[in-house]
């Protein structure tokens, strides 16, 4: 079975520090994709950056980084130099073959992020 | 602004109405998708649109309905929902087998 785990529910960082958000996956398959979105108040899901698991290198976008490590099944992602626009929350997500039929992505319960001025 | 449009941006019904949300795309992505998502609560799957094939989450109750008139626009027509089924409802699109999956910005839901 497939599954997504964030093990934070809450954090509460000072601005303009970095800050790392913590993702466990766990899936038997081998091409899988790990994503990470940031939702605020408003209710979108913004995407913020994407990981196939063929990829070699860390996957960054801009103030954002992911931290693949492979073996051990986490994909953390990282911001560097927080900013009180940051706050929301964020969910690590997994693209997997549903069970009808399907690609679907599967979220995890998600961490609320906090900057602290 | 979004690629992905979803109307209205918010909706009270009445357990007796028939209302429909609707969600379209013009990036030619092959795949779409409904999502409900409760307060403080991941987005949960409800169905999916995919190579003019439509599948089904077969929790969701019959109330809701699904309707793909053409690959850019998926509907969500909505029956005699209950107050449980007050949430955000999020429409995605993707193009199967690639990276990207782009979220509309959603409707909120209250039933009355």
């Known amino acids: 079975a497939q599954k997504i785990t964030q093990t934070q529910p809450g954090m509460f960082v000072q601005e303009k520090e970095a800050v790392t958000l913590d993702c466990t996956y766990d899936t038997s398959d081998q091409s899988y994709g790990l994503f990470w979105y940031k939702q605020p108040s408003s209710g979108e899901m913004i995407f913020l950056i994407y990981?196939?698991?063929?990829?070699?290198q860390n996957a960054t976008e801009g103030r954002y980084s992911l931290n693949f490590q492979k073996a051990r099944k986490s994909a953390n992602l990282v911001i560097s130099a927080s900013q009180l626009g940051d706050s929301a929350m964020y969910f690590c997500?997994?693209?997997?073959?549903?069970?009808?039929?399907?690609?679907?992505?599967?979220f995890g319960t998600g961490t609320r992020l906090t900057i602290i001025p | 602004d979004t690629e992905v449009t979803q109307t209205p941006k918010h909706l009270v019904m009445g357990m007796t109405n028939k209302k429909s949300l609707k969600c379209e795309q013009h990036m030619g992505h092959r795949a779409m998708y409904w999502y409900k998502q409760k307060a403080k609560k991941p987005p949960e799957l409800m169905f999916v649109?995919?190579?003019?094939?439509?599948?089904i989450n077969e929790s969701v109750p019959s109330r809701f309905s699904p309707e793909c008139p053409n690959s850019s626009l998926l509907n969500l027509h909505l029956h005699a929902l209950q107050p449980e089924d007050s949430a955000l409802y999020l429409c995605?699109?993707?193009?199967?087998?690639?990276?990207?999956?782009?979220f509309g910005s959603g409707t909120r839901l209250t039933v009355v």
């Open positions: 997500a997994m693209r997997v073959q549903g069970d009808f039929g399907n690609e679907k992505l599967t």
């Open positions: 995605a699109s993707s193009q199967v087998v690639t990276s990207g999956y782009t």
């Open positions: 990981q196939g698991s063929y990829d070699e």
């Open positions: 649109y995919s190579y003019e094939k439509l599948s």
